[in-house]
């Protein structure tokens, strides 16, 4: 059986699930490192730092999905965040 990997935004860490997920490049092509809220026609949809960005999502994923509590979302992030694409120094 194939092992399916799980794909993260790599700026955002949204699963990439579906084929609308995927960000686009330039050419219209589909990008598979970010998802389409964060990468569009080859850029960045909005020029953020890591914090900002987790500020963002902790409330749209401190709900029960996948965390129970904003604090709960926000230790999680700051642990991932540093290891994304988009975020590594
Ligand atoms: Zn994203």
Do not use: H
Request: with cysteine; glycine share 4%; aromatic share 10%.
């Amino acid at each position: 059986m194939e092992q399916k990997k799980l794909v993260l935004c790599q700026s955002c860490a949204m699963p990439l699930v579906k084929e609308e997920d995927f960000g686009t490049n330039a050419d219209g092509s589909k990008n598979t490192d970010y998802c389409v809220y964060c990468f569009k026609d080859g850029k960045f949809t909005c020029e953020t730092t890591m914090e900002e960005m987790i500020d963002f999502c902790v409330p749209l994923t401190s709900n029960g999905d996948p965390y129970n509590s904003p604090e709960e979302a926000r230790e999680a992030m700051l642990a991932l965040f540093p290891q994304l694409k988009r975020w590594r120094k």
